[in-house]
């Protein structure tokens, strides 16, 4: 059983908000405070079971925070099709496109809309749904 | 040594002329018959030919004619010495060629003098110097005569100064010795005449003073001196003082051949009387004249106008012509009215004299007078005449002189005005390299500044949403019951919670707008939007509040607005702003109208009008300040940060705009957002279809810089054109009226300055937009010499497309288009495909629009074979080929797919087409 969500947030309310919106909605979460933990937790799943299928990363973290941990992510085969999402609280003009220039899949801006954020996770996790990028 | 040849067949004026030849140092032979002269002259040619007419053997006309046509001795100076004293043999001579005609009887002195001039012509004599003393002590000359030709000089004197003059003409010695103290004229201003003449200017002086008159040289250096001797002092001073004077003449002067002025005088004397003519010229040659007699008015006239004279003496009675009408024509004539004139007649009469006078004569002599009165009055008016021409020779010398100054003092004014020309510039450049420098500083600093401005706000944005994260959402958490439900006290309070958190958010939002605005922060990202879009979703938004709020709410807005470049979220943002102002200080019941008008070619207006409570008078100015909220009307305490008006006007205020405000209290307000149409807002491609054909010349000389500015201009869609020089450039603006231009500043034939200030002196291309391309970072003076913008290489796309937009360029981008290829025909299609990644937005190509899609499009190309069935509207569809189908509006013809801006273009059009169908 593979848990489909990642999430990268050093915020510990922020982080339980998110986990909380997750748990309502029932889906697992793999969290983690800064780059390193995330990169061991991501290690230290089974050898041939499937990574998780999005990964909500904060910017500003230690380690680097999200931009780091994605170029690792971009860099290793067996992640290759995670689906990243910029979750930050940088919102000036030209951040979205920073970050989607970056590599990100999708970008959400904080504050969060509780409502939006559950609507666009559940258009994340959906196999089907893939862009043609 | 030049030898002269005298030909004459009289013994004495033969043996005369050689010796008198000789005297001076001059070799002469003699020759009785024209036949013995041309022996001679076959066997040498000599310097000079004196030549009597009257020969036994012939006219001495004949050999002067023969000379002059032998090219050999064109030039030969001959001189013609007649007894013919009349005027047509005269006349003749000189017309033949004569260099000098001379009347018998001669006068030696003058004659020899006047043969060295001519000598002097054509050769230097390398003579032992000659030297000529005025003085009128005998003893003194004698004495002078012997010291200088024992000293091997050769010598001459005079008794007075005027003979001195004369002879010094005469003769033209290398020095001359004048005595101060002279009777008639003074030595001192023998010195000044000599040095008035052109031909005596050059020879040294030396002054003469006796050894008592102390400081008497003082006058003779003013005049001209070289130097001054006592008088009987040491005789080898005198001859170390000449030798000195000679060698500094030697070499550096050869000596002036310009005719003096004051050699022996021709006189010509008009009169019907024969005798009284002969006796008159008798009497005068005896003085030295040379004197050439006239019967006739008309053949006095004939002689003047071949041969100058020095004075007239004319009858006054005379048949024929007479003496008034003779004298009234030569004082008609200019080149020889100034000649003294003295009438002669017979009787004494008043009246005649009278005529005379008025006729313009200078003097009236009876012929009753002694001859002795005649030449007395004869030489005062030829020293009248010599006064004169001595005066006008200073006054020449003087204004020469004073011209030569004037030039000086002007060369050095203006060599001074150059120099400080230069120092001024110098300075200027200086201040300005200073002022540069300084607003460099200034402008690093500022950019500094604006970098930690901007860094703050991006850190203290990032700072307060993170808590505001957690607060919403978990009060939203709440809100939402997720996680069990809530008893109406808990849900009413989360609800405060949650609203006052979203207001909180609100007013972060806005001051961050703000002070991005502030800080020149917020960039406006401009597009061509159809203002329908801009109402249409202020519109959406705006109506669900008015309903809310139970406020009628409707748009006013015309038919065919126009496309707007502008900012649509930005302007989208002025609008909700200002719609939800309407909404909320207008009570229940209440009206807002958005009103939307055209004035065509000015501008944009679009007003919102509400009945609310409106504002008074002396708040209408506060309204818009940032921070400065006005006192409640009416108990409505208006909610909101008093920022959003402010930031409102200054997002217009940055698309060229401004928002005006009407109200009435208790009435209503309307706030009007003027869109101007003419500063680039306006989209002049699509109301001047013309323009938008002609193309964007693009002046680079390099061949990879225009070719990169061509692509970037033809995937705006635009047409473009090159020119490689400022010649090219010219002309091309000429004949192809471009839309816009853009010019490289480095051109090999002149540069770019030169260009653009061309174009902006005709009236045809004054307001043609030019942006300068260039890799000089001189913003400042381009902008200054008229460019409309002003762009640094490298340039981006984005940029020169933005530019050229702002100039009312119709720029068409399509560069974030997703675009699908569909069809079969692989060639066509492909070139499709490549033309349009080329443009730089992503295209893929399928088989079928089904698959086409899957890959939610923005615009669909589709093969001349593939139906269009199925496509939902708002995406755009463009047929490629030239067959159409039905429903078909755009479409690539493949020679279409040649022009990348054509292909932009319908995309474009395509695109704007999908999004403007009502959905």
Request: aromatic share 4%.
């Given at each position: ?32 405070t ?10 230290a ?21 999200g ?6 992510i ?22 979205e ?36 990028a | ?8 067949d ?11 030849f ?18 001679s ?7 000079l ?17 023969e ?23 005269r ?32 050769d ?8 000529l003393?005025?003085d009128d ?53 023998v ?22 008159d ?52 021709r ?36 002689l003047?106008?071949a ?13 024929e ?35 005379g ?24 008016q ?23 100054a ?59 949403r ?24 808990q ?47 202020a519109e ?6 008015a ?20 900012d649509?979220?930005r ?5 909700y702003?200002?719609?939800s ?19 065509p ?11 609310g409570?409106?504002i ?26 008093g ?69 970037y ?59 300068i ?12 010499l ?36 569909v ?33 939610s ?20 569809v463009?047929r ?40």
């Amino acid at each position: 059983m593979t848990t489909p969500v990642l999430l990268l947030e050093d915020d510990p309310l922020n982080r339980r908000l998110v986990c909380e919106l997750l748990s309502a909605m029932e889906v697992d979460v793999l969290d983690a405070t800064g780059v390193d933990e995330a990169w061991e937790k991501l290690q230290a799943l089974e050898p041939d079971a499937p990574a998780p299928i999005v990964g909500l990363l904060d910017i500003q973290t230690p380690g680097g925070g999200g931009l780091a941990l994605l170029e690792r992510i971009r860099a290793t085969p067996r992640l290759a099709d995670m689906r990243l999402v910029a979750l930050t609280a940088y919102a000036m003009p030209g951040d979205e496109s920073r970050f989607l220039e970056a590599g990100f899949d999708d970008y959400m801006s904080k504050p969060i809309d509780t409502r939006a954020f559950m609507t666009a996770l559940r258009s994340w996790l959906d196999p089907g749904n893939r862009g043609g990028a | 040594m030049s030898r002269v040849l005298v030909v004459d067949d009289s013994l004495t004026v033969r043996m005369d002329l050689v010796e008198a030849f000789e005297s001076v140092g001059i070799d002469a032979e003699p020759c009785a018959s024209l036949a013995e002269a041309r022996r001679s002259l076959a066997a040498s040619l000599p310097g000079l030919v004196v030549l009597d007419v009257q020969l036994p053997d012939g006219s001495g006309f004949d050999l002067l004619a023969e000379l002059r046509q032998d090219s050999a001795t064109r030039d030969l100076p001959v001189m013609i010495l007649s007894s013919e004293g009349q005027v047509d043999s005269r006349i003749r001579g000189v017309q033949g060629g004569a260099s000098e005609y001379v009347g018998k009887p001669y006068d030696t002195t003058w004659l020899i003098g006047r043969a060295r001039e001519l000598l002097s012509d054509v050769d230097d004599d390398a003579d032992a110097p000659l030297v000529l003393a005025i003085d009128d002590s005998a003893t003194q000359r004698a004495m002078l005569s012997y010291v200088l030709t024992q000293a091997g000089y050769r010598f001459a004197s005079a008794e007075t100064g005027e003979e001195g003059l004369r002879l010094a003409a005469a003769l033209r010695p290398q020095l001359i010795l004048v005595d101060g103290m002279l009777p008639g004229i003074q030595g001192a201003e023998v010195i000044r005449r000599l040095r008035m003449d052109p031909g005596l200017r050059q020879t040294p002086c030396i002054y003469l003073t006796g050894s008592y008159d102390g400081g008497a040289e003082i006058p003779a250096f003013d005049a001209g001196a070289d130097s001054f001797l006592e008088k009987d002092g040491d005789n080898t001073v005198l001859l170390t003082r000449i030798g000195a004077l000679l060698r500094r003449m030697d070499g550096a002067a050869t000596r002036d051949a310009a005719p003096s002025s004051m050699g022996s005088k021709r006189i010509l004397a008009i009169d019907d009387s024969l005798t009284y003519l002969q006796a008159l010229a008798d009497e005068l040659r005896d003085e030295g004249y040379d004197v050439v007699t006239a019967s006739s008015g008309a053949e006095g006239l004939a002689l003047l106008s071949a041969q100058p004279v020095d004075c007239i003496l004319l009858d006054m009675i005379m048949p024929e012509m007479s003496g008034e009408e003779t004298c009234q024509r030569i004082k008609a004539d200019a080149s020889i009215r100034d000649i003294p004139l003295i009438f002669l007649t017979a009787r004494e009469e008043r009246e005649a004299m009278i005529a005379g006078i008025k006729a313009g004569a200078d003097d009236y002599i009876p012929k009753s007078a002694d001859f002795d009165v005649l030449k007395a009055r004869l030489l005062a008016q030829l020293r009248r005449k010599q006064y004169e021409d001595e005066n006008r020779q200073f006054r020449e010398e003087l204004l020469r002189r004073e011209m030569e100054a004037s030039e000086a003092r002007a060369a050095r004014e203006l060599a001074e005005t150059r120099a400080r020309l230069l120092a001024d510039l110098e300075a200027k450049n200086a201040a300005l390299g200073d002022a540069n420098e300084a607003l460099l500083r200034a402008k690093d600093a500022a950019e500094q500044q604006s970098r930690y401005k901007s860094r703050f706000l991006a850190n203290m944005s990032h700072e307060l949403r993170t808590p505001m994260n957690a607060i919403i959402g978990f009060s939203e958490l709440l809100e939402q019951e997720l996680f069990g439900t809530l008893n109406d006290k808990q849900k009413e309070y989360v609800g405060h919670v949650v609203s006052s958190a979203h207001y909180l958010l609100n007013l972060i939002n806005d001051i961050l707008d703000l002070s991005k605005v502030e800080a020149g922060k917020i960039e406006l990202r401009r597009e061509l939007v159809p203002m329908e879009t801009v109402i249409g979703v202020a519109e959406t938004v705006a109506a669900p509040l008015a309903s809310k709020r139970q406020v009628a709410f409707s748009v006013d807005c015309p038919d065919d607005l126009p496309a707007l470049y502008l900012d649509p979220t930005r302007i989208k943002q002025v609008l909700y702003n200002l719609l939800s102002n309407a909404i909320k200080f207008t009570p229940n019941g209440g009206r807002v109208v958005m009103r939307v008008e055209v004035e065509p070619e000015v501008e944009v207006r679009i007003a919102v009008e509400d009945t609310g409570v409106g504002i008074r008078e002396e708040d209408l100015d506060r309204l818009f300040k940032e921070f400065e909220q006005i006192e409640p009307i009416g108990g409505v305490k208006p909610k909101g940060t008093g920022l959003g008006l402010a930031l409102s006007q200054r997002l217009v205020h940055m698309h060229n705009g401004h928002i005006s405000v009407r109200s009435k209290v208790g009435e209503g307000s309307t706030f009007t957002v003027h869109l101007p149409l003419s500063a680039g807002l306006g989209a002049p491609g699509l109301a001047d279809p013309e323009r938008r054909e002609r193309p964007v010349l693009v002046v680079d000389d390099d061949p990879a810089s225009a070719e990169l500015i061509v692509g970037y201009l033809q995937s705006g869609g635009l047409p473009t054109a090159v020119a490689s020089t400022a010649r090219e450039a010219m002309q091309r603006v000429g004949a192809l009226q471009p839309q816009a231009v853009t010019l490289d500043v480095r051109l090999p034939d002149e540069d770019g300055w030169s260009v653009l200030a061309r174009l902006r002196q005709e009236a045809a291309t004054a307001e043609l937009p030019v942006v300068i391309v260039s890799m000089l970072d001189e913003p400042n003076r381009g902008l200054l010499l008229g460019a409309s913008d002003y762009l640094v290489k490298p340039v981006t796309r984005a940029g020169l497309l933005d530019a050229l937009a702002m100039l009312g360029c119709a720029v068409a981008r399509v560069d974030d288009t997703r675009v699908v290829v569909v069809g079969r025909s692989a060639p066509l299609l492909e070139r499709a495909a490549a033309r349009v990644r080329g443009v730089g937005c992503p295209a893929t190509r399928l088989d079928d629009v089904a698959a086409a899609l899957a890959w939610s499009p923005d615009c669909l190309l589709l093969g001349p074979e593939v139906h269009a069935t199925g496509v939902p509207e708002g995406i755009a569809v463009v047929r490629l080929g030239t067959r159409l189908h039905d429903g078909d509006r755009h479409h690539l013809s493949p020679e279409d797919l040649e022009e990348t801006h054509r292909v932009v273009r319908v995309i474009r059009a395509a695109l704007d087409d999908a999004t403007q169908e009502p959905a």
